[in-house]
């Protein structure tokens, strides 16, 4: 395995504020890698410093092994590194069917002028489009809303159009931030279906999220941040039980967590 | 459908001369299709871009000088006239554009506003070039073919080519995945960017693309007015095409279409009561506004939105 996504020394900070101090993780390709941490631990500057929404102060991100450091967000999602957003994003106003085709566009070798002029270039692009974007909101369980502006859908429901469009354009890595945030739990497990198969597809996923529970039942590593520091990294089930971590996320010892457990038994 | 009805309404508005012989309803027709034109270009900016243009005044107004002097101090013809205010106007929205559009919205507003302003001074202020407060006078009617434009009926059927042209071109574009790419970045920029796309060159597209229109329109009407002076520049002509686009919903290409013939239209239809005639157009729009705050075109969106939302119930 090699990694889709390294990135190294990652350094920024806000009025003197160290939100991140130097971190460091890879990601394997075919792999889906969480980022967790308490509130304030840097997990969202990451992703944001990573996909180009903000500057780095220092570090290096490379992305399936070329350097995309300090270049803007639209020419990262163009290397291969799509993102979702932790308010979702969609675009209410418009189709379901244009919100995934929105997605993709930019990667087909449709021109301005065949765009204007609806060459065949351009309809053999937006032919293609369609046909992923029916297989992805087949996927999602929402092929009844295709045509329906997206307005219309429940948060849970936006969630999974934000997921199907970051994957329109088969990017190299697509980055989660919080993808199961707000989500009623009964949904929860459809999401974590969704993303289990699409990673036996062969998709990358980095995903940031709180649920401690959805990240250690789906991912395959687990990068731990505690103020803007990479705290540990490891398996599942080796995060599930490192003291550190228990004391980070929730503030409390492992005998602590102990007693507690039983107290409510 | 929509194009179809389109068709139709094009057509009859071509019959307009040989239905009437009144110069006045004539002179009503051209002012409402040039002034169609003009929102239909701000709807490009302001309804799909998002972006509040008010520098379409200063491009209204160059494009109305541009063409004037192209005939009186450089002895050019009407047509080299038009396509000198439209590549004029792109130009020059290309390099205003270009640092307005880096900064935000609110301060996008401010400074095109002041770019209108500014054309205003100079149009007054430069006297040796625009004549100042005089204005350029008698500007003659255009020909072609050997075809004089001098009465209005002929000057009609000029308007409405350029108005089908332009209409049918920014239809072309507003319909396209160009078009649909601005109201993407207009509803949500961050989104934009993360799947690849760089706004700004959208943007100044559009921006520059309204630009060239609005003066192509300009100039046409400067001819209309067979003269053209700092009034050309007045606020009135922003607030008409502004009206337009909101009253029909910014947006929305045919109800803003539909939105410049009927609002143009309006004022003359009100010539019944002259004292009042303005004191209820600005009724009607206020209250059209309180019923419909995104205008019709939104307005119809949202019932359609409704029992959409009824039937999946």
């Known amino acids: 395995m090699t990694a889709i996504l390294s990135v190294a020394g990652l350094r920024k900070s806000y009025a003197g504020v160290h939100a991140l101090d130097g971190v460091t993780f890879e990601v394997e390709g075919g792999s889906i890698t969480g980022l967790i941490g308490p509130n304030g631990s840097g997990k969202s500057t990451a992703i944001d410093c990573i996909s180009g929404f903000q500057r780095l102060d220092a570090g290096t991100v490379t992305l399936a092994g070329s350097d995309v450091t300090g270049r803007p967000a639209h020419r990262i999602a163009r290397a291969g590194l799509m993102r979702t957003f932790q308010t979702v994003r969609v675009y209410d106003r418009l189709s379901l069917a244009d919100n995934l085709a929105i997605a993709a566009q930019q990667f087909d070798p449709a021109t301005w002028a065949d765009e204007f002029l609806r060459t065949r270039r351009y309809r053999q692009a937006v032919e293609a489009s369609e046909r992923r974007a029916r297989e992805l909101v087949e996927l999602i369980g929402l092929e009844r809303y295709y045509g329906a502006e997206a307005g219309i859908l429940s948060y849970g429901q936006k969630k999974l159009v934000a997921l199907a469009a970051a994957l329109m354009p088969h990017p190299k890595i697509v980055v989660l931030d919080e993808p199961v945030a707000g989500v009623n739990p009964s949904r929860i497990r459809e999401i974590e279906v969704a993303l289990q198969q699409l990673n036996e597809a062969g998709e990358t996923f980095l995903i940031v999220e709180h649920n401690v529970e959805f990240i250690t039942t789906l991912c395959h590593r687990v990068i731990v941040l505690e103020q803007g520091r990479k705290l540990t990294e490891g398996t599942a089930a080796e995060i599930h039980t490192d003291p550190r971590v228990l004391e980070a996320y929730l503030g409390m010892t492992p005998e602590m967590v102990e007693a507690e457990m039983r107290g409510a038994a | ?313």
Request: a positive charge; one cysteine or more; hydrophobic letters at 55%.
């Open chain 2, 1 to 313: 459908m929509k194009l179809a009805t389109a068709l139709v309404a094009a057509l009859v508005l071509a019959a307009l001369p040989s239905i009437t012989s009144s110069n006045y309803i004539i002179g009503v027709g051209i002012s409402a299709l040039i002034f169609t034109v003009a929102a239909a270009a701000l709807n490009l900016v302001y309804g799909f871009a998002g972006l509040l243009s008010f520098a379409q005044l200063g491009f209204w107004g160059i494009g109305g000088y541009a063409a004037a002097l192209t005939v009186m101090t450089f002895g050019g013809s009407f047509w080299q006239g038009i396509l000198w205010a439209a590549l004029l106007n792109g130009a020059i929205a290309l390099l205003v554009g270009y640092p307005m559009l880096r900064t935000n919205r609110h301060a996008f507003v401010i400074s095109t506003l002041t770019f209108a302003l500014l054309v205003t001074l100079v149009a007054r202020d430069w006297v040796s070039l625009t004549r100042g407060p005089l204005g350029i006078p008698n500007l003659p009617p255009p020909h072609a073919f050997g075809l004089r434009f001098d009465t209005p009926a002929k000057f009609y059927w000029l308007v409405w080519v350029f108005t089908v042209t332009t209409i049918s071109f920014l239809y072309a574009l507003c319909s396209s995945r160009i078009g649909r790419t601005l109201v993407a970045i207009k509803q949500n920029e961050p989104l934009t960017r993360a799947q690849g796309i760089s706004p700004m060159p959208y943007k100044l597209a559009a921006f520059a693309l309204s630009a060239a229109i609005t003066g192509a329109a300009g100039g046409v009407y400067c001819f209309n007015l067979r003269i053209i002076d700092p009034t050309f520049l007045d606020f009135y002509y922003m607030q008409t095409f502004l009206i337009i686009v909101i009253i029909g919903g910014a947006g929305s290409f045919w109800a803003v279409i539909a939105s410049g013939m009927a609002l143009s239209a309006l004022p003359e239809v009100l010539r019944f009561s002259d004292d009042l005639r303005m004191i209820i157009y600005g009724v009607i729009l206020v209250a059209a506004m309180f019923v419909m705050p995104a205008g019709v075109a939104g307005w119809l969106h949202e019932r359609r939105l409704a029992s959409m939302r009824a039937a999946l119930r």
